[in-house]
Nanobody
Framework: VQLVEFGGGLVQAGGSLRLACAASTHIFGMYALAWFRQVPGKEREFVAAISRSGGTTDYADTVKGRFAISRENAKNTIYLQMNSLSAEDTANYYC???????????????????WGLGTQVTVSS
C-alpha cells in the first residue's frame, strides 16, 4: 500500500487546514488508518485514528474538539480537518495504515505497517 499525503502548508494561528491521504490499494476498506505527527528531535505523536468503516474514531487529548478524522472509501482517501490551529500543532504529519478488524483503531505507531512520506504543517503565531 502506498500512501500520499496532501494539504500541508503555512497557516496563521487560529486558522484551519485540511489534510488528505490517498492510498493505492483496491482493498482500502480493509485498512484502519491514522494520522501521526512528528517534530525533529521529538518522538512521533499520535493524532487521530479511524476504523475500517469510519464508525470508530480516536483522538489525542491535545487535538480533541479541534481536529476531525474522516474517510471516503470510494476514493481511497482519509482526511484530517484541523481547526483552531496553534504553534504547538506545527509538525510533519504522517498518514499510516494497518490491516485491521472492522472496528479497531490504534494509537501505537508500531502497529501500523504502511506510512506516507508526510506533509509539513507550519502554524505561525
Amino acid at each position: 500500500v502506498q500512501l500520499v499525503e496532501f494539504g500541508g502548508g503555512l497557516v496563521q494561528a487560529g486558522g484551519s487546514l485540511r489534510l488528505a491521504c490517498a492510498a493505492s490499494t483496491h482493498i482500502f476498506g480493509m485498512y484502519a488508518l491514522a494520522w501521526f505527527r512528528q517534530v525533529p528531535g521529538k518522538e512521533r505523536e499520535f493524532v487521530a485514528a479511524i476504523s475500517r468503516s469510519g464508525g470508530t474514531t480516536d483522538y489525542a487529548d491535545t487535538v480533541k474538539g479541534r481536529f476531525a478524522i474522516s474517510r471516503e472509501n470510494a476514493k481511497n482517501t482519509i482526511y484530517l480537518q484541523m481547526n483552531s490551529l496553534s504553534a504547538e500543532d506545527t509538525a510533519n504529519y504522517y498518514c499510516a495504515a494497518r490491516f485491521a478488524d472492522e472496528h479497531s483503531t490504534s494509537v501505537r505507531w508500531t502497529e501500523y505497517d504502511y506510512w506516507g512520506l508526510g506533509t509539513q504543517v507550519t502554524v505561525s503565531s
